[in-house]
């Protein structure tokens, strides 16, 4: 799954961070980043990134290219 920070929306509220820490992390900004989309089952990945109150975390399929969140 590729997993894409969009850091205009990200607000640093580290939700993200707090639920699969072995994937995001806050830069010195405050900003998350990814460190290892791997370290996380993508079912995991899915309900971590609709903890985002910013909707700040997109993943898609890496092979098709497919949108899987947000859907809108």
Known sequence: ?????????????AKCVQAAP?????DAKMIAEVIDPRA????KLVLVA??????AILLEDEGT????????
């Open 1 to 13: 799954m590729k997993i894409t920070i969009d850091r205009t929306k990200c607000e640093g509220y």
């Open 22 to 26: 072995k994937v995001f992390k806050l």
């Open 40 to 43: 996380e089952a993508d079912d």
């Open 50 to 55: 609709k903890l985002c109150p910013t909707k």
């Open 65 to 72: 290219g497919k949108k899987i969140f947000p859907l809108e």
